[in-house]
T-cell receptor, first 112, second 110 residues
Framework: NAGVTQTPKFRILKIGQSMTLQCAQD?????MYWYRQDPGMGLKLIYY???????DKGEVPNGYNVSRSTTEDFPLRLELAAPSQTSVYFC???????????FGPGTRLTVL | GQNIDQPTEMTATEGAIVQINCTYQ??????LFWYQQHAGEAPTFLSY????GLEEKGRFSSFLSRSKGYSYLLLKELQMKDSASYLC???????????FGAGTRLFVKA
């Protein structure tokens, strides 16, 4: 099993550009999450999904959108990138909400 | 509100024992997790406590007191590779989110 995979690993965006961060898991997990982690800080939840077709906002959803058309994939869309979105983005999944989460390797995004 | 507190940084010596504390105030309690995160890498799961008491897993142990809203992670026989951030996370009752603390950066020195 590959676990949780994320692409790209690194990206530099100009202000106002858009991009999609890809996330996939092959563990048949119901729950998937997107977090951002700023330097020296904890994980802040952006969006989460409890299953295909169902998504909900987390703590810091502004400027982001998600979709979950399949169990495996949970892409995160950034529209009109801003410098405040410079961060490391982690995708994670779990079988149930009270189980441990498995994290992808992260995407390091810089907006200039 | 929901809050998790951990020390920001700790330093310990190779071969020693270190205890990383975590206190939490959440809307109900459905389990507490510890994750390890090396610099530049993703968090990885270490332990899960749902009942009071000590859970031991090799060199790592985790303790929980639900009545006190308190947990600690105990690392024995410290090795240089244990230098990392340790994240305490709580699953409140209701809802689907897990709340993460800011993490404790542990430096292990020779």
């Amino acid at each position: 099993n590959a676990g949780v995979t994320q692409t790209p690993k690194f990206r530099i965006l100009k202000i106002g550009q858009s991009m999609t961060l890809q996330c996939a898991q092959d563990m048949n997990h119901n729950y998937m999450y997107w977090y951002r982690q700023d330097p020296g800080m904890g994980l802040k939840l952006i969006y989460y999904s409890v299953g295909a077709g169902i998504t909900d906002k987390g703590e810091v959803p502004n400027g982001y959108n998600v979709s979950r058309s399949t169990t495996e994939d949970f892409p995160l869309r950034l529209e009109l990138a801003a410098p405040s979105q410079t961060s490391v983005y982690f995708c994670a999944s779990s079988y149930e909400s009270y189980n441990e989460q498995f994290f992808g390797p992260g995407t390091r995004l810089t907006v200039l | 509100g929901q809050n998790i507190d951990q020390p920001t940084e700790m330093t310990a010596t190779e071969g020693a024992i270190v205890q990383i504390n975590c206190t939490y105030q959440t809307s109900g309690f459905n389990g507490l997790f510890w994750y390890q995160q090396h610099a530049g890498e993703a968090p990885t799961f270490l332990s899960y406590n749902v009942l009071d008491g000590l859970e031991e897993k090799g060199r790592f142990s985790s303790f929980l007191s639900r009545s006190k809203g308190y947990s600690y992670l105990l690392l024995k026989e410290l090795q240089m590779k244990d230098s990392a951030s340790y994240l305490c996370a709580v699953k409140p009752t209701g809802g689907f989110k897990t709340i993460f603390g800011a993490g404790t950066r542990l430096f292990v020195k020779a």
